[in-house]
């Protein structure tokens, strides 16, 4: 068993009894399964399910739920994740699509073909890109396109052996270096300035024409907006490198500055983040790429075209990177950006963004107000980075908050910032939610000074206490044996 499981609560095996059941499925009794698949194929011992009344089961997954945190229990500023509110009217529209099949006849699928299009023609206005593709699965996955996207355009230019390199800031995400890598390159670290913007005079004198790409994003993970870009873009630009945009922060600026517009040549862009999907767990996502006319040819296959007010899809695309996913994208993911935009309009865009700026700016100055730190006060955008007071560890404040019932902000990312805690407000949150944790993030950092082992012990009023991390990272147990 896992070690941790909550001790006060049974295991759905430790709730079984022998011969106790819910449910008796038509057509599953001995003899029509003896007569559907022949007796040579029954197994010979049943499985070791738990034999327990559908009320157990109820109560079973219930109770489970109810120690589920979200953005639908608490709030959740865990910063680079976006983790707003996702109007539930949305998966009403996803679920009017359940019935489509992927192997459809798209002439039968012409609603469906419909929206892919009109939401690639919202995204291509929203970035300034002239072509995109709507497959990848998450923004990781798009960043992979995107960057083999380029390799093949450099190949193309008889370039591909000489252009080896990828830049990445020091702040980057992970996945930024982990793409490169990925795609064959090497990776090259351009470090950030004091101000938290990127070092410009560093990344000229990397740029050479082994320079593949660069890759960015913009605000950076520190919340700051990169106040250099046109002149990075271009000196990227005459260097023959190309400007990749990792979209993750699109919250921040949409309706309001483009990317295509600051010179990048690909992004891509996290629907479960800025476009209203919820996400975590692994649940799924949606990372659609768009890149400018010159990159086009090069774009996964199928594209959704229209032609004559019919669409149809297009996989004649001879110098395409091939498939990168199994049919279209997560399509239901497709309809809740598509309403979410539609929904909103452009106004309604531009004020999520403004007040994702707004509640980041006033959340940061109450903590400043608290003794919290914020060692790069640029022009915040959506987010900001700060560290507890002097004295505190980040890992100790967040695990406190969990006792006060909110989710912890993102924890030692960026990499540059020591004990960084990285919050996250979004537009969804209230002036009043903003203040609460405010105070109780206060109150945590006052009481943990005075009291080291009161905070070092925390959380005390969780299902599970604290982890041992480096256990669960080295020996994680992810599903239930049998003892
Ligand atoms: C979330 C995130 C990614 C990766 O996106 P996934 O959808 O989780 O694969 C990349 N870059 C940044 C800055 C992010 O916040």
Redesign the pocket.
Known sequence: MGFCWPEDFPLIFERSREGRRGVRPPGTRDADAKALFGEENLRARAPRLPEVDELTVVRHYTNLSRRQVGVDTTFYPL????MKYNPRVLEAAAARFAGLHPYQDPESAQGALELMYELGEYLKALTGMDAVTLQPA??????LTGILVIRAYHKDRGEAETRRVVLVPDS?????PATAAMAGFEVREVPSGPDGEVDLEALKRELGSHVAAIML?NPN?LGIFERRILALSEAAHAAGAQLYY????LNAIMGWARPGDMGFDVV?L?L??TFATP?GGGGP?S?PVGVKAHLAPYLPVPLVVKENGRYRLDFDRPKSIGRMRSFFGNFGVLVKAYVYIRMLGLEGLRDAAAKSVLNARYLKELLKKRGFRVPYDGPTMHEFVAQPPEGLRAVDVAKALLDEGFHPPTIYFPLIVKEALMVEPTETESKETLEAFAEVLGRIAERGLEDPEWIQGAPYTTPVRRLDEVKANRRPVLRWRPD
């Open positions: 910063g680079s994740c976006t998450a923004g990781a996955h798009g960043e980057a995400h992970g996945s930024n994003t993970t990792d979209g993750a922060n891509h996290n479960h983040k996400h996502g990372g």
